[in-house]
């Protein structure tokens, strides 16, 4: 999903899915992509869906496991910019016990 471009003449693609991009302009997905990619200088930012709960978990699980995000800050940042840490915290280490919070030793 397009969450923000540069440019006012394509700020009507924010908020659609690139399929949904590609039907209203009677492209192909990619071509739709790669137009918006250079009418906008590559200026454009994106919300992605995939993986599912248990991956997500699963992963936590491990000690190798890190937090972090890679959330664009500017336009309409994806909500992982602001919530990424607050949701492990407060989801996965409160809530439902997923991942330990690691205490600091004490040397």
Not at 73 to 96: D, I, M, N, S
Request: hydrophobic share 35%; net charge neutral; glycine share 8%.
């Amino acid at each position: 999903m397009v969450s923000a471009v540069k440019t006012d003449a394509n700020r009507v693609v924010e908020g659609k899915s690139v399929a949904e991009i590609a039907k209203i302009q009677g492209k192909t997905p990619t071509d739709a992509v790669c137009d918006l990619l250079i009418a906008e200088e590559n200026a454009v930012t994106m919300v992605v869906f995939y993986g599912c709960e248990e991956d997500v978990k699963e992963i936590m699980r491990s000690e190798y496991m890190t937090i972090c995000s890679d959330g664009i800050v500017g336009g309409k940042p994806h909500p992982r910019v602001y919530g990424t840490c607050a949701r492990f915290l407060g989801k996965y280490v409160r809530e439902e016990k997923v991942s330990p919070c690691p205490r600091p030793s004490r040397k």
